[in-house]
């Protein structure tokens, strides 16, 4: 079986999250030379496969073979790929499906490695995540097994095969405001307290306001207004509360404090409350690190492009590599349709991922 074929066989099992549908035993089969640890908990299984080659560094592969839902308007059965004009469709071609059947092929074409290899995946990367990536990784630390360096296989290129690496993520904060005023009658509106009154000429100091300048790795953390609401939807009654909900994807010179002080300082004497939740953190591997290095390298070597170093994007498993203090970076194909109808990656891209893999790991401890 080549990386083509491995990657239509984990097509074809309808991974739907958190259902692995027996991706994942065939995945252990697959690669029988490695050591299998299953850690599954609430419906959700994750694996972690090692083989040691040496006593050097220990590096990983991880993704997940869950996938979102196929949804309507295919012009194929999503769960049945299709080869079509040298492109595969298929759910999870692009997300993440091709980069596992790349790494998985790679783990068990190689013959020699100073360290070890090992492969964590899970069926729960497109869900909470909360019993997914982060569980495994909890048990591998508590047997002393975390590794130093992590590849994930998250669809990372742009435009063209190769031109970005992600280094980083952004955090995720949500804001809920809810500003306080006193209900009334519209034609007395002195007798009243009308919180969109009050809120007017503080919006424009908070909605799409930069929170710190961003640097090298990230882009300026921005304040974002999801929603506004208030009223009773009727012309002559002033609201009694506003409410406001917002997002910022932070980098790591932006915390839950300083976004607490930008709101108090614009609201002072506004009878408001603020809940702030954060559902991931920010993490940025150096640009000096081997898995940066290495990696950049062996896309120049088998691409021939040089990948643009990033941290744009949602979020992904990396962020509890990161967290684990682990040196991770993501790299995969194109991700021009991911989630959508009709998902589709290229043969030659497949491919050439399983190729760059391939030089990864066979030049990282050189």
Known sequence: MNVVDLLLKLVSFKSITPDDAGSLKFIEEYLDGFDAIYVNKEGVKNLFLSKRFGDGTHLCFAGHVDVVPAGENWDSNPFVPLIKDANIYGRGTQDMKSGVASFVQTCKDVNDFDGRLSILLTSDEEGDATYGTVIMLEHLKERGMLPEYCVVAEPTCESRFGDAIKIGRRGSINGYL???????????????????????????????????????????????????????????????????????????????????????????????????????YPFVTKRNSKVVEKLTQSIEDIAGIKPKLSTAGGTSDARFMGAFGIDVVEFGVINDTIHAPNERTSIKEVETLYDVFMNFVSNFNR
């Open 178 to 280: 809810s500003i306080r005023g006193k209900q009334g009658h519209a034609a007395y509106p002195e007798k009243a307290i009308n919180p969109v009154h009050q809120i007017a000429p503080i919006l424009e100091k908070i909605a799409g306001v930069n929170l710190d300048d961003g640097d090298e790795d990230f882009a300026p953390s921005k304040m974002v207004i999801t929603d506004i609401r208030g009223g009773m939807e009727v012309t002559n009654v002033t609201p009694s509360e506003l409410k406001i909900m917002f997002n910022v994807r932070n980098s790591t010179k932006t915390t839950q404090e300083d976004i607490k002080e930008h709101i108090k300082r614009h609201f002072k004497g506004l009878d408001y409350s603020l809940k702030l939740t954060q559902g991931s």
